[in-house]
Structures are given as C-alpha cells and as structure tokens.
C-alpha cells in the first residue's frame, strides 16, 4: 500500500526548502551589498578566455567556483546561474541538517535564524561551499569518512576556508583531542584580556598558500571595525550559548562521538573569535563559519526539552533565536523597507 502521508511529506519539505531558496535568491540579488562584488568578479573572468582560465589553474584558487560560474554565466546569464544554484544548495544543506538531527522544523529554524540572512543571502560562496560541508557531517555521522573527507575537499575548491574542517576527523578519530578543545575553549576569554592576537601569524601562514587574504589587513580597514564594540559581545554570547549547550547536552556529547566532534567545531569557533578579537572582518567570519554546528547542537537541545516537556527552555530558545534572526536581518539589510 502507497503511504500518500509519506509523499506528502516529502512533496511539504522540499516545497517549504525551495520557497526559502526563492526567498534568498531575492534578498540577495536585490538588496545585499555583496551581489555587485560577485558581478564584479564575474566580469572580471568573463573578459579572460578559456585558455587563460585554464592556465591560471590552482586548488587555491577556488577553481569550482570561478570556472562553474563562468561557464554557467556564459550559458545562461550569470544572475539566473547564482540564482538556481543558492536554490539548490540551500535545499541540500536543510536537507541534510534534517537528516542529521531527524526533524525537519527544528533544522530549519534554526538554520533560518542563524545562518539564512548570512549565508544563503549574503556570502554566497560560503553558502555554496556548506553545501558541501553539511552533508561531509553526515557522512561522518554515519561513518562514511571517505565520502565525507571528499566533500570537504570539494568543498574547498569553492571557498578554500573550509578546508579548516578537515579537523573533524583527528577530533572523531582521537577522543583526547576535544578534551583539550574544551580546555582552551574555557580559558579562551582570557586571550582578550591579555590583548594576545593571532592574526598577524594567520596572515603570514596563509601566504604560503594564497595571498587572497592579505586584503583583511589594511590598515584602513582595521581602523573601521567594531567601532560599536558590539563584537565582544558577540563573542560572549557565544561563549555562554555554547558553554550552555554543552552543559545540557553533556551525556550525549561525553558518550557519542559525533555529537562531540559537533561539540569541538563550536569551541572551536568561539576560540578563534577570540584569537582574532582585533579582526573582526576575519574573526567572524572564521568564528561563524565553525559555529554553523550550533544549528544542530541547539535542534538537539530542543528536541531534548521538547521530549522531557521543558516548556520554558523552548520557548527561551524561539524568542531569543527569532530576535536573532530580525537582529541579522536588519544589520543585513538596513534599508530594504525605505
């Protein structure tokens, strides 16, 4: 017997994935300040002709994106190409999110609050690159390492920072290591107080491979950032959002390897927020891209307080993450209702 429930299901899921998709696709190409670098970048490529691009070769030059995008430009208009492709990448990464946690409602709201307006509207290149990145989780969970060692690898052909989340497998392999995560991740705070940076050596290592990066350390930049302060007080938040989470989730994270590798990214995000405290450009970007476990680590805690009937943790957590999301929102795009 057909389980028309099942079908409806499915047919419910990926209609709601696709909406948010055309959703994205409007946001970003109508209002974020960062389609016209993109359109730039593909005007740049779409002067060069094959031969040139094809000589310009290199895994640190993030050829899957560049090449993809002019080729999907050339074929049938550039803004139409980025347009199908933040469709289906963001329906594989709430695809995959659901799997992982087992509920599509939760997945999904809490990607939306935290990661929508700055991925899938915004940056688009890491969007893409996640992609990737969350189903790599997936596999990892279902302990699939060579499929999901692969995708991360992929994954760093369209934005070579993730390439940082090859440090998921020592963290699954070798059980020690996120203990010593843990530890760094409680005295982390202390890195801020004693005005110790990183950002300095991150530059330099990274011109071995690349010296895309250099950009973030002009001096008229830095002289702009964080003129608010708000930026340590992101970093608090997190610290305490994951300091939190771990907490609740203890037994599960202490006893399932998975979840604690999930546990790790996350620290791991607050405590480059910190090693990069006078960068904000980098240090949030490179923070926020780790903490993209928290949209499963906080679909676990609700699942958690929903199962043990913990009314006021669910609750907390929609108003505190919704007011997130309208926060991001309007930071995003100051002027979208003028």
């Known amino acids: 017997m057909i389980n028309y429930n099942f079908f409806s299901e499915i047919r419910f899921k990926y209609i709601l994935f696709s909406i948010l ?3 994205a696709v409007y946001l970003c190409q109508s209002a974020s300040k960062d389609w016209s ?13 094959w031969t040139q691009m094809l000589s310009e ?7 899957a994106y560049f090449v993809l995008s002019k080729l999907g ?19 594989i990464k709430l695809n995959y999110l659901s ?4 509920s599509v409602p939760a997945a999904c ?20 690159a996640t992609a990737l990145v969350i189903p790599a989780f997936y596999f990892l969970q279902h302990k699939r390492i060579s499929l999901s060692f692969l995708l991360v690898g992929l994954a760093s052909q369209i934005h070579l920072t993730t390439i940082a989340f090859m440090i998921i497998y020592p963290l699954y392999w070798v059980r020690q290591l996120n203990f010593v995560v843990l530890g760094i991740f409680i005295l982390s705070p202390i890195l801020i107080w004693i005005d110790f940076s990183a950002f300095d050596w991150l530059i330099r290592f990274s011109m071995i491979f690349t010296d895309k990066y250099q950009f973030y350390a002009r001096p008229e930049l830095l002289q702009q950032q ?13 610290y305490l959002l994951v300091a939190g989470i771990y907490f609740y989730l203890r037994d599960e994270i202490l006893t399932d390897p998975f979840k604690r590798v999930m546990a790790s990214i996350a620290m791991l995000g607050v405590i480059i927020m910190c090693l990069l405290h006078d960068n904000v450009a980098v240090g949030a970007r490179l923070g ?18 929903r199962a043990k009937q913990q009314l006021l943790i669910q609750i907390s957590m929609i108003v505190v993450f919704s007011s997130y999301a309208v926060a991001r929102f309007f930071y995003l795009f100051p002027n979208f209702f003028e």
């Open 57 to 63: 070769f290199s895994i640190f030059k993030e050829p």
């Open 226 to 238: 964080n003129s608010t302060g708000l930026y340590f007080y992101f970093i608090g938040f997190y």
């Open 37 to 49: 670098n993109y359109q730039w970048l593909f005007s740049i490529d779409n002067q060069k002709s």
């Open 99 to 102: 799997k992982i946690v087992d």
């Open 109 to 128: 709201f809490f990607y939306f609050c935290l990661y929508f307006f700055l991925f899938d509207t915004t940056v688009l290149r890491v969007a893409y």
């Open 21 to 23: 998709g055309l959703i």
């Open 73 to 91: 430009g050339e074929v049938i208009g550039f803004s139409l190409f980025m347009g199908i492709i933040t469709i289906i990448t963001l329906v």
């Open 288 to 305: 926020e891209l780790f903490l993209i476990s928290t949209v499963l680590l906080l679909s676990w805690v609700y699942l958690n307080a």
